[in-house]
């Protein structure tokens, strides 16, 4: 079946350029766009598309704020952020809003459809560039630490139903948490572990020994 996406960027070409390299993926399908934010919630709560492909700094109504309103109105709906912007702000804010990735807009074709097909099937994906700058935030203002940051009870405990393959939604009701705060842990993990996708992280995780193979 294919990923049916909706584009919401205020560029009109912007927009007609992902639309001509999304187009050339068998299983995509665009079914909407938007220039602002607030048309972005309208569309996706009238076409009910499986990914929104959101930018950050839009009119009427921000990525953000876009992207919280979609989540938390569309169900089933993620929202995968595309921007320019690297602000350690802007994407703790996005990723606590209910976006299932970030992505920066000089990412490959390759990984922007790795990264679409990722959100699609529950899973929060990040750019390298956006790890780097998580690492960053989270050491600072102190010194990058010798060894490894220890991950927490409750990241461990996340990361070992992640290697046993249930997807968000599947680990917010084992645990009785919400789906964002599943991807607020997948992110801060992501961070320290300094990865950028759910199969990375249980690799190294097991490399270091957190938890067995």
Request: hydrophobic share 50%; charged share 25%; aromatic share 2%.
């Amino acid at each position: 079946m294919s990923i049916r996406i909706v584009l919401a960027d205020d560029h009109p070409v912007v927009r007609a350029g992902l639309v001509g390299l999304l187009a050339m993926e068998a299983d995509f399908e665009i079914v909407g766009e938007a220039a602002d934010g607030a048309e972005a919630v309208s569309v996706a709560a009238g076409l009910r598309p499986d990914v929104v492909l959101m930018d950050l700094r839009m009119p009427e109504l921000d990525g953000v704020a876009a992207t919280a309103r979609i989540v938390a109105e569309v169900p089933g709906c993620r929202v995968l952020i595309l921007t320019t912007y690297d602000t350690d702000q802007n994407i703790v804010h996005a990723v606590e809003a209910g976006a299932s990735g970030y992505l920066l807009k000089d990412a490959t074709p390759e990984e922007l459809a790795a990264a679409i097909r990722a959100a699609a099937g529950g899973e929060t994906v990040l750019s390298p560039a956006i790890v780097a700058k998580l690492v960053n935030h989270l050491r600072s203002p102190a010194p990058a630490p010798a060894e490894p940051e220890l991950l927490t009870p409750r990241e461990t405990q996340v990361l070992r139903l992640v290697a046993r393959g249930l997807t968000n939604a599947d680990i917010g009701r084992e645990l009785h948490i919400s789906e964002t705060t599943v991807k607020t842990h997948l992110v801060r993990m992501f961070a320290k572990l300094e990865v950028g996708d759910r199969t990375a992280a249980v690799t190294v995780a097991m490399e270091r020994g957190i938890f067995p193979g």
